[in-house]
């Protein structure tokens, strides 16, 4: 299974982008990128996912490198609700395995 | 409205006194996982399950025991606690078809044990 590395932490200014990089030079072809955060002590929130493409949702947009090996969580807009521990893990499709490896994440702390 | 239910919220207990914590999903997900969270370690995983009567270790197994015997139950028992699996637990789930495959988490369970 493939493992990620993060910064341990990361401050923004509210409403600047916020760009939390994410390595995982070990993925292999058939293993998503995903994000993941947690405010607080509650149960991790998912932001999105993706595979080889950049994508973007309501919430975020996810850049993956071209060789994969790399990605960045963008918020465009932090808010000061957007304070939280950040996870970037990879996890295969389908059935190829439940093993999942979460890391330390990344604690981004947005300030007015 | 969908959701991952663990019970109890908080529990504190003495070390040798089994206890269960237990963990529904109303998804009819496949998948399901616990990680206990420790500060400075982030999330790790105890056990998962990618069907019923299926079950695996994760990164942390000892100590902890887990059974699906039905597709919406993954209970997490403790047979004998000690000090040391004092600690904030989630569980999650998922399904595994699709693309889609993303987690639920639980509000959390905050153990004790004393």
């Known amino acids: 299974d493939a493992k990620t590395t993060q910064p341990p932490s990361m401050d923004c200014a509210e409403g600047r982008a916020a760009n939390l990089p994410c390595n995982h030079s070990?993925?292999?072809?058939?293993?998503?990128v995903y994000w993941y955060r947690q405010i607080h002590s509650q149960g991790p929130q998912y932001i999105i996912h993706g595979l080889k493409n950049n994508e973007t949702n309501e919430m975020a947009s996810l850049i993956i490198t071209e060789d994969r090996k790399s990605s960045t969580l963008i918020l465009p807009h932090a808010t000061l609700r957007d304070t939280a521990v950040y996870y970037c893990i990879v996890w295969a499709n389908y059935n190829q395995g439940g093993k999942l490896i979460f890391g330390q994440g990344t604690e981004l702390s947005v300030k007015p | 409205e969908a959701q991952v239910t663990q019970n109890p919220r908080y529990l504190i207990t003495v070390t040798g006194k089994k206890l269960t914590v237990t963990c529904s999903q109303n998804m009819n997900h496949e998948y399901m996982s616990w990680y206990r969270q420790d500060p400075g370690l982030g999330l790790r995983q105890i056990y998962y399950s990618m069907n019923v009567e299926v079950t695996d270790k994760g990164d942390v197994p000892e100590g902890y025991k887990v059974s699906r015997k039905e597709k919406r139950n993954f209970p997490l028992i403790l047979e004998s606690p000690s000090p040391n699996q004092t600690s904030l637990y989630f569980c999650?789930?998922?399904?595994?078809?699709?693309?889609?495959?993303?987690?639920?988490f639980g509000s959390g369970t905050q153990l004790s044990v004393l």
């Open positions: 999650a789930s998922s399904p595994l078809q699709g693309v889609r495959e993303k987690l639920f």
């Open positions: 070990t993925i292999s072809g058939n293993e998503y």
